[in-house]
């Protein structure tokens, strides 16, 4: 243990001066505890400016451009280097501080020869290992060099060096941590800012999903037409924003009203359609929109149910053919004046009938492929005949496709019992499609959804 020299109030002359001699490891202590106070009080105000940077900045280059600058300060050395990597480890930028404008030329050399277009060869730990080659043999022998890598999720996406040109400058680990943090800071703005970029580009893609539910809310038939013997009632439930559901209603014969806009006839018959494309979201809703408009076309022929199958499939197989997707569609056309329901199916879940008289469940079913499997596909066609009291239900997979939290689905089976059951209450047709809908959401969780689309259309004959 050292003890400082007591010193009398009066002394010699002689004693005063070895008194003067004696306080100079003092003053040399105090004055070195001082010097270190400053450091420390500078490292930590030029920390917490890089902290108040980083939560504020709205400029990742112009961040990253203070990084040398401060890793420079912070360690009181002449020069820093930050070189910077994209995910895919090719080279992104650099940032660099140096006192000397010779070396600043010189070091400005290593960012210009790294290949920016592509990744470099090598391993990325070996590539590394030949930029801290190029920066040692820049700075020289003497220069006291430190190298510490930028992670990003365990990922390298830079590597910061600081580097002094005094020979005799040493690398203590209090020197390393202060460099490592500033490192760190450097990491957490990179991150930042590609999460901030995820986030807008998350957000482009929800207005751009908003815009497309809005477009195909539109297109499917705002309210049921009015076509004489028949109750509708018809809905759709999406599992996303944008679905691959599709029903329709369209009159076979139109005129044109003193507005210019198309009106059905009075007693044409009404074409009524419901069609699922595999998948879901914007791309087959995409497909369903193009399906929607090649049918509409298809109708206005007058062509009977099979052959407006047939010439849909051959119009809309080339643009299907490399998409691997397919739409199943039921496609009938109900005759106000017969009461006959004449269809023909492409793979689609057959409706069920009701009739009334009989008290009896039977499904209406063709033969027919998918849309789009085949470009010279075959359907066949049948018709009935409907009575008052009778129902037809159409429907979607996602409503026997529906499970609940242990995974059982909703199947044919347990929609047919729903069905008859509706049926012999006789429920009208919006009831009827309310109380289909209520049994599949208590099947599958009041508070859970449904994870594919479902779309019902009700025809009760009157």
Same mark, same amino acid.
């Given at each position: ?6 010193? +009398? ?66 360690? !009181? ?5 930050? &070189? ?7 080279? %992104?930028?650099?940032?660099? @501080?140096?006192? !000397? ?69 040493? %690398? ?45 809310? /539109? ?39 003193? +507005?210019?806009?198309? +009106?059905? !006839? ?33 109708? &206005?022929?007058? @062509? ?47 409706? &069920?009938?009701? /009739? ?33 009291? !009778? ?57 859970? @959804? ?13």
């Amino acid at each position: 243990m050292t003890t400082l020299p007591y010193f +009398q109030p009066a002394a010699s002359p002689a004693s005063a001066g070895e008194g003067s001699a004696s306080l100079s490891p003092v003053i040399a202590l105090k004055d070195l505890v001082a010097r270190l106070d400053r450091e420390q009080r500078k490292a930590q105000e030029l920390l917490a400016s890089l902290g108040f940077a980083l939560r504020s900045f709205t400029n990742l280059g112009q961040f990253l451009e203070l990084i040398p600058l401060i890793a420079s300060r912070v360690t !009181d050395t002449e020069g820093s280097l930050l &070189l910077t990597f994209r995910p895919d480890g090719r080279f %992104w930028q650099a940032q660099l @501080h140096c006192t !000397d404008p010779r070396l600043a030329e010189t070091l400005n050399r290593i960012p210009a020869s790294l290949p920016v277009g592509t990744a470099p060869s090598g391993s990325p730990t070996e590539a590394i290992a030949e930029i801290d080659r190029q920066v040692q043999r820049c700075l020289g022998r003497n220069a006291q060099l430190f190298a510490t890598a930028v992670l990003v999720r365990n990922q390298a996406r830079g590597r910061l060096y600081v580097f002094s040109l005094d020979g005799q400058y040493s %690398w203590n680990e209090s020197r390393q941590k202060l460099v490592r943090l500033v490192a760190d800071q450097t990491a957490v703005a990179i991150e930042n800012d590609a999460l901030t970029t995820e986030l807008r580009q998350k957000e482009r893609l929800d207005r751009e999903l908003e815009i497309g539910a809005e477009i195909q809310l /539109q297109l499917l038939p705002s309210q049921c037409p009015a076509i004489e013997g028949l109750e509708i009632a018809a809905a759709c439930r999406t599992a996303s924003r944008v679905g691959g559901d599709y029903y329709d209603f369209i009159p076979t014969r139109t005129h044109s009203d003193e +507005q210019g806009r198309l +009106q059905p !006839d009075a007693g044409s018959p009404w074409a009524i359609a419901i069609g699922d494309i595999m998948g879901k979201g914007v791309p087959a809703g995409l497909i369903m929109t193009m399906l929607r408009g090649m049918l509409r076309a298809e109708v &206005l022929n007058r @062509h009977r149910p099979s052959r407006v199958l047939a010439h849909l499939n051959q119009v809309i197989y080339a643009d299907l053919e490399h998409s691997n997707r397919f739409a199943t569609l039921f496609y009938s056309e109900y005759d106000p004046s017969s009461r006959l329901l004449t269809f023909s199916n492409a793979a689609h879940n057959p409706p &069920l009938l009701w /009739q009334q008289a009989t008290g009896t469940l039977k499904r209406l079913d063709t033969f027919g492929m998918m849309i789009g499997l085949e470009a010279d596909n075959a359907y066949a066609e049948q018709h009935v005949q409907l009575q008052p009291g !009778d129902v037809v239900l159409y429907y979607t997979d996602g409503l026997t496709d529906a499970a609940d939290p242990r995974g059982n689905r909703f199947d044919e089976e347990n929609v047919a019992i729903a069905f008859r059951e509706a049926c012999r209450r006789r429920l009208s047709a919006e009831a009827l499609l309310a109380d289909l809908f209520n049994r599949v959401q208590r099947f599958i969780g009041p508070d859970r @959804h449904n994870e594919d689309d479902m779309t019902l259309v009700v025809l009760r004959a009157v």
